[in-house]
């Protein structure tokens, strides 16, 4: 096991670096001059070119672009990401307070989610073709088909203006919690439920389960404890997906509901030009990627014996 982890991590290095050569590439290419950006914040009057270039040489701005990336990706791997032009605060902290709150919303939301989408796909499987099931796929292709923005102000309209029971927007307690999370939830619970189910009829045609009843087991048990299992591997693939999005930060959600997240705090960035932090969210959320999805390759070696063999053989 010590092996194969040891073996994905290496694997996913390669993968940080091309990210954070992204997010460098991804400022360092954007129109416009940091340097002269920074100086018209500080006064209203265009900046003298003595300042600007004063300011670049500073900053380092006039150094060829491979000098400039390694020298911030050393920094990054210290843990600096630089000063926001925005704020003048330090782009690790913020994003690191940011994504605190986004951690909030995200986890009640990939919890609602997964409570839905695991009985919902698995009940639809069992009883396929029947009402049950067609109700089941449409809902689940209705919610899916919904843009996110336009179902956070459908349920604002109904739960807040209409019926008048939960907040409109804002972070505060459960109540302010309710309508985003459910919003985020909803797309993410009708993807699993489809694909929950679609796995799930393929493992229900396998041979151990059609073993495992001609041998009398209770219907239940083959579906609990003999086919979900073996049929969650494609799901835990698309949940880590989806739990790394929900982390990454839901910016058109955050934004409706005006939750101060990580989502909308880069959308705040991205209007103001901050360069340092649209580059550390991205190296940031790339991160987060890249963990969740070791955090998946471990829990396939949990879930299918057959990774497992496979784990302490190399």
Do not use: C
Request: aromatic share 10%; charged share 15%.
């Amino acid at each position: 096991m010590g092996a194969y982890l040891a073996r994905r991590v290496a694997a996913l290095v390669p993968v940080w670096l091309l990210i954070s050569v992204f997010a460098f590439a991804l400022a360092s290419f954007a129109p416009g001059d940091p340097a002269e950006l920074i100086l018209r914040r500080q006064s209203d009057e265009p900046p003298r070119p003595e300042a600007v270039a004063a300011l670049r040489d500073e900053l380092g701005l006039d150094r060829p672009w491979v000098v400039q990336y390694v020298r911030w990706v050393g920094s990054a791997l210290a843990g600096d990401l630089g000063t926001s032009y925005r704020t003048g605060n330090d782009v690790r902290g913020e994003l690191w307070d940011r994504f605190l709150i986004t951690l909030e919303l995200a986890v009640p939301a990939f919890l609602l989610a997964v409570a839905v989408a695991i009985p919902v796909g698995v009940l639809s499987a069992v009883r396929r073709n029947s009402l049950t099931d067609h109700a089941a796929r449409f809902m689940a292709l209705l919610a899916s088909s919904m843009p996110s923005y336009w179902l956070g102000y459908v349920v604002i309209l109904l739960f807040a203006v209409e019926l008048g029971v939960l907040p409109v927007a804002g972070r505060g307690g459960w109540q302010h919690l309710a309508l985003p999370a459910l919003t985020l939830a909803l797309g993410t619970s009708a993807t699993l439920a489809r694909l929950t189910r679609s796995s799930v009829l393929d493992v229900l045609g396998e041979d151990f389960v059609l073993t495992a009843r001609s041998k009398g087991v209770a219907g239940r048990r083959v579906v609990w404890s003999h086919t979900l299992r073996n049929a969650l591997i494609p799901v835990v693939t698309v949940m880590g997906i989806a739990f790394g999005h929900l982390l990454a930060g839901a910016a058109i959600v955050e934004t409706a509901f005006a939750w101060p997240g990580l989502g909308r705090h880069v959308v705040d960035s991205i209007y103001d030009r901050d360069y340092p932090t649209i580059q550390g969210f991205v190296l940031f959320t790339g991160t987060v990627f890249v963990v969740v999805n070791l955090l998946v390759d471990v829990l396939y070696v949990r879930l299918d014996p057959r990774v497992r063999l496979a784990a302490r053989n190399q």
